[in-house]
């Protein structure tokens, strides 16, 4: 049997939240150490199975036969009743879309999936490992063991892609090409709208692909257009193909890193935050606002363009004194308070939407801490990251800082995230890393 193994990274929107659902923002999305990973071994079969082991999550398994409607698409069906949306979306997207050009091989595939422990939260569970890696195992089912919203499920739908996709095209799949890159992504993307209920922004999935990049999204129509085959009969393969490989996607998806000196710290504040509400508050309040809403709006986006220009700026530059003023509080240089204002400027205009539409943007514990946050040594600058609320706080700190370890009582609350930033979206990984795990 042959045996792969990939890894895609989980993300945080440090600047876009909420703007990204619209082509004509930019938004600036870092790529996170903490990964997704799958196995996958296969071999020719008389009978289509795709089976997918989580052995993390109280041993989770979905096992799908795979047969074939009227129109001859491929339909996945779980055989023991288990559900898993995010699974069954990506080998439909995957398989129909390889229908022709596998004529009618069947395999016989098997995919393992482990998860960093960054994911989630760590309470009641025990690590196992070998030399080269470690992962924590949870006592319940994936659905019930709390998230730190790092987009898990655009990961595990990028690595299951990438897991199936390299079944199909053997030594042609190489995750250094640009244009193996655009296919995983373009049906990783149709996969996760159709298994979320509604075509998102789709940053998480594209960093999850690409890795850190300034983003801007593709036609929400794109996915919309594709035909619902439990309403029509037709061939979904014809449609998926042409928009899997033959279709401009037309999104931005520039490879940024943060600073040289600079590093990224996510704390994890108190999972609670529903997106999806938050996301139809805020468009609630935006049209009953317009035109200021439309003003708001302008705001915080030339505070995303400040920040990413001064990032980039400060990839540049060529000063040395910069990392010793954010280290002794006593940022003086244009472009340091450039980049702080620029953030202050975003923040400012998401409390007025959190004051005015009711919806917990940057709800008022979180201002107080970010601006604890802001008087500590080190500290360039700090947001909600994504779609704010009670989630999360992302800080932007000196390589030297280490308030991760601080014990002030502000971050009582904070659990801070074992990560970094990192530049590469999709990895292929030694698939031997991931046995005899002790
Ligand atoms: N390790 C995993 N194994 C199997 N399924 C997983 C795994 N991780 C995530 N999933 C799937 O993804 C779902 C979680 O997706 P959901 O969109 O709710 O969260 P998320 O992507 O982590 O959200 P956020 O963007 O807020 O971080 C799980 O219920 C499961 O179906
Ligand atoms: C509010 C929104 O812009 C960002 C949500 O980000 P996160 O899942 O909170 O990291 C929604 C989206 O982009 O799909």
């Not at 042609?172 to 992504?185: A, C, G, I, P, T």
């Not at 990392?323 to 205009?349: C, F, G, Y």
């Not at 005015?356 to 040594?377: C, F, H, I, K, M």
């Amino acid at each position: 049997m042959n045996k792969r193994a990939f890894s895609a990274p989980g993300k945080a929107l440090l600047v876009g939240g909420y703007l990204v659902l619209d082509p004509k923002y930019q938004s600036y999305v870092v790529a996170l150490s903490s990964r997704m990973h799958s196995v996958v071994q296969f071999k020719e079969s008389e009978q289509f199975k795709v089976k997918v082991l989580s052995a993390q999550f109280d041993n989770d398994t979905w096992e799908y036969l795979v047969e074939k409607d009227e129109q001859e698409n491929f339909i996945p069906k779980e055989i023991n009743g288990k559900n898993n949306p995010f699974v069954e979306k990506t080998i439909f997207n995957v398989l129909n879309y390889f229908k022709h050009a596998s004529k009618d091989t069947k395999y016989d595939v098997s995919i393992e999936i482990f998860s960093d422990s960054g994911f989630h939260s760590k309470d009641e569970s025990v690590t196992k490992s070998n030399d080269k890696k470690t992962f924590n195992f949870h006592k319940k089912t994936i659905t019930k063991v709390p998230k730190t919203g790092l987009g898990s499920s655009a990961c595990l739908v990028t690595v299951l892609t990438s897991a199936l996709t390299s079944v199909y095209l053997g030594d042609e799949f190489d995750v250094k090409n640009e244009s193996v890159l655009s296919l995983v992504h373009n049906l990783a993307q149709v996969a996760h709208c159709q298994a979320q209920g509604k075509v998102g922004s789709g940053f998480d999935v594209a960093a999850a692909t690409f890795g850190s990049i300034l983003y801007q999204r593709f036609s929400p129509d794109l996915i919309n257009e594709l035909p619902n085959i439990k309403e029509v009969k037709t061939d979904y393969s014809e449609s998926l193909y042409k928009l899997g490989k033959d279709t401009n996607w037309n999104f931005t998806h520039k490879r940024i890193h943060l600073p040289k000196g600079l590093k990224l710290v996510m704390g994890d504040v108190k999972s609670g935050s529903e997106t999806t509400k938050m996301v139809a508050k805020v468009k609630k309040w935006y049209q009953d606002n317009l035109p200021r809403s439309e003003e708001v709006y302008h705001k915080i986006n030339q505070g995303n363009i400040k920040f990413i220009e001064s990032l980039d700026t400060l990839n540049k530059t060529k000063d040395t004194t910069l990392i010793d003023q954010i280290d002794n509080k006593d940022i003086e240089s244009d472009v340091l308070l450039e980049a702080r204002a620029a953030i202050e400027q975003i923040r400012e205009n998401f409390r007025i939407i959190t004051k005015e539409g009711d919806v917990d943007v940057e709800p008022l514990v979180q201002t107080e801490l970010l601006n604890n946050v802001l008087n500590q040594s080190g500290v360039l600058t700090a947001m909600i990251p994504g779609a704010g609320g009670y989630d999360a706080i992302a800080i932007i700190v000196t390589e030297n800082c280490e308030i991760q370890k601080s014990n002030d009582e502000i971050f009582e609350k904070v659990t801070f995230l074992d990560l970094k930033q990192e530049d590469l979206g999709i990895l292929e990984e030694h698939p031997d890393y991931y046995e005899n795990l002790l």
